[in-house]
């Protein structure tokens, strides 16, 4: 891929640039002022390369700028330089500050010369490493703006990076080198980077790290220009190698290559400037044998810069639409987050009050709404669990019930002779007593207890985390007013149990150890259950136990008489013959009626009971529960220090801190684009 030459090569530096280019550098330059390029990245071009590759002496043919140089690390930070093409007759001026937001040292300021600029730069690196301490030698956070105004440079906007660092030297800090990998991927990694990857001629581009670096995230190198510098040492046997990396035969780039040839050490001393530094490579390379045959384009910092200056603007214009959109949607992401999070905590006790009332107010609604089953609020919507009437119906009370009735009473036939035996009192033989039916009755109530306490417990759970799942849609921070509200709203639900206890509960179960009702269920429930009864003792008695008399059929009789309620009369002419022959079930049809007796009560009063201990709870533990809370915590609280439970703990502060500083950021950087005719600059 041979890159297309730049047109009218020969014009000075700034008439290549379109009408708008500086419009569109403006905006980005707008935008990187307010620090959005921590959320989002924006275009902009980055300088990389080894260390001594002659990254500084391209940046100072670009700007004429006395950049540090030497061997080592030598870069030590990130450099942003903003450079604005002046007309001829304007004064050439320059400064430097850091990117950080403590008030700016006495090093930085206005720079009067180009040499003052390169001095400042070194003075803020070595304040930025002393800021960082432990000795530090390389600064990975805030990097030095140079903000440089000339009628000799081109509208550009570059940041010079650290070179790529192998080994620590004497006195380096052991991880300056993860920490210069970590910031030269960092800019790697974003899409919008122009990668101006700078590479000495004289060694064999096959084993050059920056290019192998931007392969891996630039692999068809869309976005990657290449820079040859040192090319006056390159021997005469390489030269055919060089011309197939700038035809673009070897390692093949999108945005092509370029050739420089920048001021030597001797040259700088000598005050060479730097119009008459491109001047000479200009010559240097239109006269050499090799290089002089090929399209002057692809030679000389002034084309670098007209080339840059186009992609860097191209870049901006197409990424704009998208970038004013992703600004947009972050910023109302992010207000979003901080609206989540809630207010933060109040300036004044009388602010701490007002919120507090408020949210005791909110409180209140919510745990009325969950507890009257009323679920219009949206937060009922959102999240089902919170419907506490729901919960309580389908969950403890159901269980209550289904463990009531898994507790009837079953008695054998010698069971309940044996009972009936062991409570007899003066009563005669035949002549039925109502303390033992009595009896026989509390020992099945006295297994209701547990069922109830299982259900207080339960209900209490779920009265607790529906009542602390709607305080914390009140309060959205993790402080201590969020402890305190937990405390009052268990203390008040704990009370409320204990309370339903002993006067709801146990005067229940009270009542239930003494046998009574006047349902007319208790009757029809008795016939039914008699009936029932009696029948399956007929299937079960053998016949052959009936005494046989002179009345056949006898056993029939016998089943007539008892579903007849006893009247012999119907029966036949002869009640002692009739009487003999139904001797032999005398004994099971006592029982019989016992037992339909307790079954008939047993099925009326756990029914009662149920209902009974349900309605209690609901009065005892739900109703009213809402102003009961809001009753005790108002008392709770009223002469404690208000403002000291808004505090937020240390993680939810730094949290806030972030969103509020990303969302001055996005704000800001919505501002800066709307102060631009984007309209305009999109053209």
Same mark, same amino acid.
């Given at each position: ?21 500086r ?5 980005i ?21 080894d ?18 140089? $030497? ?59 002393r ?74 581009? !096959?084993?050059v ?16 220009? $290449? ?7 390159i021997?005469?046997?390489?030269? !055919? ?5 700038l035809?673009g ?20 001393e ?21 290089? $002089?045959?090929?399209?002057?384009g ?17 870049r ?23 609206e989540?999070?809630?207010a ?7 602010e ?17 709404s ?41 008695w ?17 033989? $035949?002549f ?6 009595e ?7 006295r ?10 417990s ?25 402890s ?10 704990a ?23 006047s349902?007319p ?23 052959? !136990? ?8 006898s ?86 220090d ?42």
């Amino acid at each position: 891929m041979v890159l297309a030459p730049l047109q009218n090569s020969k014009a000075p530096i700034n008439d290549a640039i379109a009408t708008n280019m500086r419009s569109l550098l403006d905006a980005i330059d707008e935008l990187r002022v307010t620090g959005v390029e921590q959320d989002i990245p924006i275009p902009q071009i980055a300088v990389m390369g080894d260390q001594s590759s002659g990254k500084s002496s391209v940046l100072e043919a670009l700007s004429g700028v006395h950049f540090p140089r $030497g061997t080592g690390l030598v870069t030590k930070c990130a450099v942003e330089v903003r450079m604005k093409r002046l007309q001829p007759n304007e004064d050439w001026n320059a400064s430097v500050s850091l990117s950080w937001d403590r008030p700016q040292p006495s090093e930085a300021g206005v720079a009067t010369t180009p040499n003052e600029v390169g001095e400042k730069i070194s003075k803020l690196t070595e304040v930025l490493l002393r800021a960082r301490g432990n000795r530090a030698t390389f600064e990975p956070e805030h990097r030095i703006q140079v903000e440089l105004k000339s009628p000799d440079v081109s509208d550009l906007t570059i940041i010079d990076l650290p070179g790529i660092v192998r080994t620590n030297v004497a006195g380096q800090c052991k991880k300056v080198i993860a920490e210069v990998d970590a910031l030269l991927d960092k800019y790697l990694r974003q899409e919008r980077t122009i990668i101006l990857a700078v590479i000495p001629s004289t060694v064999d581009i !096959a084993t050059v790290d920056v290019i192998e670096r931007a392969e891996k995230v630039d692999p068809h190198g869309l976005r990657t220009i $290449g820079v040859l510098t040192k090319a006056d040492q390159i021997s005469s046997d390489d030269e !055919a190698e060089r011309v197939a990396v700038l035809r673009g035969v070897r390692k093949p780039l999108k945005l092509g290559y370029f050739m420089v040839k920048n001021r030597t050490q001797t040259e700088l001393e000598a005050g060479v400037t730097l119009a008459e530094a491109r001047l000479a490579e200009a010559r240097y390379f239109s006269a050499h044998k090799t290089f $002089g045959k090929l399209h002057p384009g692809l030679f000389g910092s002034q084309n670098l810069a007209e080339r840059l200056s186009d992609v860097l603007a191209t870049r901006i214009r197409d990424d704009l639409p998208l970038l004013v959109k992703q600004i947009e949607q972050q910023c109302e992401d992010t207000c979003g987050d901080l609206e989540d999070m809630g207010a933060g905590p109040p300036t004044s006790h009388h602010e701490a009050r007002h919120r507090f009332c408020a949210l005791s107010r909110d409180l209140h609604k919510l745990i009325s709404s969950a507890t009257s089953g009323t679920y219009s609020h949206e937060a009922f919507s959102r999240d089902q669990s919170l419907r506490l009437i729901s919960l309580v119906r389908d969950g403890p009370q159901r269980e209550f019930e289904t463990a009531l009735l898994s507790l009837k009473p079953t008695w054998s036939t010698e069971q309940l002779q044996n009972e009936i035996r062991h409570m007899r009192g003066r009563e005669l033989p $035949g002549f039925p007593r109502f303390e033992t039916f009595e009896m026989l009755t509390q020992s099945f109530v006295r297994d209701w207890k547990e069922p109830c306490n299982k259900l207080l417990s339960d209900m209490a759970c779920v009265l607790s985390r529906v009542c602390l799942a709607l305080a914390s849609l009140c309060v959205t921070s993790d402080g201590a007013l969020v402890s305190e509200l937990a405390w009052v709203i268990q203390a008040r639900i704990a009370a409320r149990v204990a309370r339903a206890k002993e006067e709801g509960v146990d005067k229940v179960l009270q009542n239930e150890m003494q046998a009574y009702t006047s349902n007319p269920a208790f009757v029809e429930n008795y016939n039914r259950i008699q009936l029932e009864k009696f029948e399956k003792t007929l299937q079960d008695f053998p016949e052959q !136990a009936v005494p046989q008399s002179k009345f056949p059929g006898s056993l029939p009789l016998v089943c007539a008489a008892f579903t007849a309620g006893g009247v012999l009369g119907k029966v036949g002419d002869q009640p002692k013959e009739f009487w003999l022959a139904g001797a032999a079930l005398s004994g099971p049809l006592v029982m019989l009626a016992q037992w339909a007796l307790l079954d008939a009560y047993w099925e009326t009063a756990v029914r009662r009971f149920a209902d009974n201990v349900s309605m209690v709870l609901d009065r005892e533990l739900i109703q009213d529960l809402a102003d009961d809370i809001q009753s005790h915590l108002e008392q709770h609280l009223v002469e404690r220090d208000l403002m000291a439970f808004f505090n937020e703990d240390a993680r939810t502060v730094e949290r806030r801190l972030q969103l509020e500083s990303k969302r001055d950021r996005l704000v800001r950087a919505r501002e800066a684009l709307q102060r631009i005719n984007l309209a305009k600059v999109r053209n």
